[in-house]
């Protein structure tokens, strides 16, 4: 038997009989002739098995492909450093019509495993033999395994992007399973729920949202039939494999066992997700402004505006000054009418400031990005010349799985050659692109639009559109916007949520648990806008690391600009709670075992706030709406 194992998790291999433990999740798999079989998915800690023993194929996402066995490789791994060392196990199977490579992999100590299918069109047609009494699904299946016949309920989660459309970026429903057919659901979460035995099943297809999601065949993305068989649906494959024989990744799947609530479910894939996605550039949140919040849309920038920006950034504190698009030409070179001397006066300021330097990239679409190289030699030649660390990747549209690949080799190769001392933004707010979920390794999201000048810019849409994700996906990896309040009043007036009545430090409070991003002019920030601004980032600036390590969730009501609502951030043995009173007056956060409460920041207006804590949560007084409290408790 081979065996490898780190902290908490282990792979073994013995003749086919593939083992994964992670956590409270065992499962085994075996490799047969034409097929890998799940034979048993159990929690650790109760002993509770979910697979019914019936011989159905996990990884033959085409239909009509007959498999036979290669082998088994197992390997430790850390995504070339983006991720933090994990172990995986590679089965291989040649096939009629596609060969197959399905790599499941475990992180230490964390009670989930995730599968990922390759595939790609076989180098010789041979012939092949039908050897074992396996069932088959009819193709597009990414996951699948034979249930214990249960009553079951289903509670599904689905993700959106797409924010110049969309501005509810979480939907879910419940429902049960039927004894006389199948029920399907879209999502991206899926919580089968074994009630009666207090056992759970968390299943994640880790694709992008409906909007970005390459060769979508079904309306549907989960599938329960009769209360025997799950199946996970949309592979992304082609109708044809590519006649170069390279492997095509199918989207992945992550599952676990769970005797649990949701919400401590739902913090087992954010500790899994911080886990994949290291965020090492930084390893702290992060402060950015960017040139497009207020519609300049290019017209301005030069060398004297860049330079009034940069100078404003070091008064206010501010982490990174990101120059949006409209300084370069067509072929990516600098605008000399604008910056005579290029970006270097602006590296030299930033340098002399403390202030790390950001610009903007839209990729070269002809033939699905073929220039991948050419444009991942730029940003290389941005970070390398001139500093620049934070790029705004934007203006993607991907339409094929030969486009999805060009970019990530863009990804991969500027991440290689900038020594992971930089990082992509990776714009999402528009078209086809990667979502929340799909190839989480790498880069920052930023994750809306939203203009004072379109009248879509609220503070509690901000707030809503954070207090909905962080339940699925680490804070650290968006950043979420805040505008300057005082632009286009008259486009908001007689309305009570607009967003010049919002003082400007709470507006920073909206985004600061996520990397804040200041999508406005910074020279043109009224003086007492900028006081507040700068008075409550002097407080959030020794704590970004703190922030970044904190596991964050929501708490309170979802916000609607007349709720209490906030967020906890847990970390060690305390964390922190910021907490909004949309509307005045008194309520109770049921957030257990807070202790020592201590204020260190909380809004101007909020003259008589007070705080209790009781063993089933914290009671708050708030009496001013629109007024926040940022503390630091011990558990």
């Given at each position: 038997m081979e065996t490898i194992k780190t902290n908490g998790c282990e792979i073994s291999a013995y003749k086919g009989k593939i083992k994964l433990i992670s956590g409270a999740t065992e499962a085994v798999f075996y490799a047969y002739e034409n097929g890998l079989v799940l034979e048993s998915l159990k929690n650790t800690l109760t002993g509770y098995n979910w697979v019914s023993g019936k011989k159905r194929s996990v990884v033959n996402p085409i239909k009509d492909n007959i498999l036979s066995f290669k082998g088994i490789t197992m390997n430790e791994l850390d995504n070339d450093g983006m991720s933090k060392p994990y172990l995986a196990a590679e089965i291989s199977y040649a096939g009629s019509k596609a060969d197959i490579k399905a790599v499941l992999s475990v992180y230490p100590g964390i009670s989930l495993i995730n599968l990922a299918v390759f595939c790609a069109r076989p180098a010789e047609q041979d012939n092949f033999d039908v050897k074992d009494d396996i069932e088959f699904s009819d193709g597009d299946i990414t996951f699948s395994l034979s249930l214990v016949p249960k009553h079951y309920k289903c509670r599904v989660a689905e993700l959106f992007d797409y924010s110049d459309i969309t501005n509810t970026f979480v939907k879910k429903y419940d429902d049960f399973t039927y004894k006389s057919g199948s029920r399907k659901f879209d999502g991206h979460f899926l919580v089968l729920d074994s009630y009666l035995d207090r056992e759970q099943l968390f299943v994640v297809r880790e694709a992008p949202t409906k909007f970005g999601a390459q060769n979508r065949r079904s309306q549907n993305d989960f599938a329960v039939y009769s209360d025997t068989v799950l199946d996970v649906t949309g592979t992304s494959l082609p109708d044809e494999l590519d006649d170069d024989g390279h492997y095509i990744s199918c989207y992945p799947v992550t599952f676990g066992c769970f005797s649990?609530?949701?919400?401590?479910?739902?913090?087992?894939?954010?500790?899994?997700?911080?886990?994949?996605?290291?965020?090492?550039?930084?390893?702290?949140?992060?402060?950015?402004?960017?040139?497009?919040?207020?519609?300049?849309?290019?017209?301005?920038?030069?060398?004297?505006?860049?330079?009034?920006?940069?100078?404003?950034?070091?008064?206010?504190?501010?982490?990174?000054?990101?120059?949006?698009?409209?300084w370069s030409t067509g072929d990516w070179e600098i605008k000399k009418d604008r910056f005579p001397d290029g970006f270097a006066p602006l590296k030299k300021l930033c340098t002399e400031k403390g202030i790390e330097f950001g610009s903007y990239m839209d990729p070269r679409k002809p033939d699905e990005y073929a220039d991948w190289e050419k444009d991942a030699d730029i940003m290389i030649k941005y970070f390398t010349d001139y500093g620049v660390t934070h790029v705004k990747f934007d203006g993607v549209t991907i339409n094929t799985k030969r486009a999805e690949e060009n970019i990530l080799k863009i990804f991969k190769k500027f991440y290689e050659k900038t020594g992971h001392h930089a990082q992509i933004n990776n714009d999402i707010t528009a078209s086809r692109r990667f979502g929340f979920l799909y190839e989480k390794q790498y880069a920052s999201l930023f994750v809306c639009n939203r203009y004072t000048d379109w009248h879509n810019y609220y503070p509690h849409y901000t707030l809503r559109t954070l207090w909905q994700l962080c339940e699925f996906i680490p804070a650290r990896r968006m950043q979420i916007e805040f505008l300057n309040n005082k632009r286009n009043r008259s486009l908001y007036e007689g309305d009570p949520l607009a967003p010049a009545n919002y003082e400007m430090d709470y507006l920073f409070a909206t985004a600061m648990l996520a990397n804040p991003l200041v999508w406005m002019d910074l020279q043109s920030i009224e003086p007492s806008d900028a006081e507040l601004l700068?008075?409550?980032?002097?407080?959030?600036?020794?704590?970004?690391?703190?922030?970044?390590?904190?596991?964050?969730?929501?708490?309170?009501?979802?916000?609607?600009?007349?709720?209490?609502?906030?967020?906890?951030?847990?970390?060690?043995?305390?964390?922190?709670?910021?907490?909004?009173?949309?509307?005045?007056?008194?309520?109770?956060?049921?957030?257990?075992?807070?202790?020592?409460?201590?204020?260190?920041?909380?809004?101007?207006?909020?003259?008589?706030?007070?705080?209790?804590?009781?063993?089933?949560?914290?009671?708050?007084?708030?009496?001013?709406?629109?007024?926040?409290?940022?503390?630091?408790?011990?558990?």
């Open positions: 649990a609530p949701d919400e401590e479910i739902y913090a087992e894939y954010r500790k899994l997700y911080r886990a994949v996605s290291l965020g090492i550039h930084e390893d702290k949140l992060f402060t950015l402004s960017n040139t497009w919040g207020d519609r300049g849309e290019g017209a301005n920038l030069n060398e004297k505006f860049m330079k009034k920006e940069i100078e404003a950034a070091s008064g206010l504190g501010i982490d990174v000054v990101q120059i949006d698009a409209g700068k008075k409550i980032i002097s407080v959030y600036k020794p704590l970004q690391k703190q922030l970044f390590d904190a596991d964050v969730s929501p708490i309170g009501e979802i916000p609607d600009g007349g709720s209490f609502t906030g967020f906890n951030a847990k970390i060690g043995n305390g964390g922190y709670l910021l907490l909004f009173a949309e509307a005045g007056g008194t309520y109770i956060y049921s957030v257990k075992g807070v202790r020592n409460p201590e204020v260190l920041y909380k809004s101007e207006k909020l003259s008589d706030f007070g705080i209790e804590c009781y063993p089933y949560g914290v009671r708050v007084n708030m009496p001013e709406e629109k007024s926040f409290v940022f503390i630091r408790y011990s558990c």
